[in-house]
């Protein structure tokens, strides 16, 4: 069965830094878009960021601009958020998602991705 699984989350200050991970299961991740959302209580899922296949095209939502980098570690099979400058607004619960109909489009995350498949997501809590 094929499985996105994150893990990193946890409780930091404001101000404070972050890495999220995203590890495939039986699939290659490097091939396929890969994309963060994260869910607020009572608010609307939210894309985060998108990494197209390979090192291609990336995006980020104007909230986390400057702030998060979307990266990929192809010998872990391990999509990267790296979340710095932490504020309290970006409390939730993160996710990561591809879309395996999107195989080795390295432009896939300048337009329209169709996410899939779901990881079970981990908690983001910036507190002081």
């Known amino acids: 069965q094929l499985q996105l699984v994150e893990s990193g989350g946890g409780l930091v200050q404001p101000g404070g830094s972050l890495r999220l991970s995203c590890t495939a299961a039986?699939?290659?991740?490097?091939?396929?878009?890969i994309g963060w959302f994260r869910q607020a209580p009572g608010k609307e899922r939210e894309e985060v960021s998108c990494?197209?296949?390979?090192?291609?095209?990336?995006r980020y939502a104007d909230s986390v601009k400057g702030r998060f980098t979307i990266s990929r570690d192809k010998a872990k099979n391990t999509v990267y958020l790296q979340m710095n400058n932490l504020k309290p607004e970006d409390t939730a619960v993160y996710y990561c998602?591809?879309?395996?109909?999107?195989?080795?489009?390295?432009?896939?995350?300048?337009?329209?991705?169709?996410?899939?498949?779901w990881g079970q997501g981990t908690q983001v809590t910036v507190s002081s």
């Open positions: 998602a591809t879309d395996l109909s999107r195989p080795l489009d390295n432009n896939a995350c300048s337009g329209n991705v169709d996410f899939d498949y």
């Open positions: 039986r699939f290659t991740s490097d091939y396929y878009p």
């Open positions: 990494i197209s296949s390979g090192d291609g095209r990336t």
